[in-house]
Nanobody, 122 residues
Framework: QVQFVESGGGEVRAGGSLRLSCAAS????????AGWYRQAPGKQRVLVAA???????NYVDSVKGRFTISKDNSKNTVYLEMNSLKPEDTAVYYC????????????????WGQGTQVTVSS
């Protein structure tokens, strides 16, 4: 089973930046799509960014222009660069990988992991 280790979270003021990393065991990201999703207390999970095996990216509207997802297949790592952070970005961020971005969306509630906490203060 693939294991993910998310890191890079922290507490920043509004307007600040963070870079999240997700390292996976195995050659996952070179052959699969990957995504970052977040969950705030009492709220549903939201897939905020995804990248296909071929490098095509998708973003939820609320983060477009502020977040950038990328991956390094040689390091089996996916990144999420987050700029112009807002208090509403506060959540635990998780990564996931699956065959396609559509599969990640469909199975979003099935994934689990330790995640990394992002807290944005106003």
């Amino acid at each position: 089973q693939v294991q993910f280790v998310e890191s890079g979270g922290g507490e920043v003021r509004a307007g600040g930046s963070l870079r999240l990393s997700c390292a996976a065991s195995g050659s996952t990201f070179s052959i699969n799509a990957a995504g970052w999703y977040r969950q705030a207390p009492g709220k549903q999970r939201v897939l905020v960014a995804a990248i296909s095996s071929g490098g095509r990216t998708n973003y939820v509207d609320s983060v477009k222009g502020r977040f950038t997802i990328s991956k390094d297949n040689s390091k089996n790592t996916v990144y999420l660069e987050m700029n112009s952070l807002k208090p509403e970005d506060t959540a635990v961020y998780y990564c996931a990988a699956d065959r396609t971005i559509a599969t990640i969306l469909r199975r979003l509630d099935d994934y689990w992991g330790q995640g990394t906490q992002v807290t944005v203060s106003s």
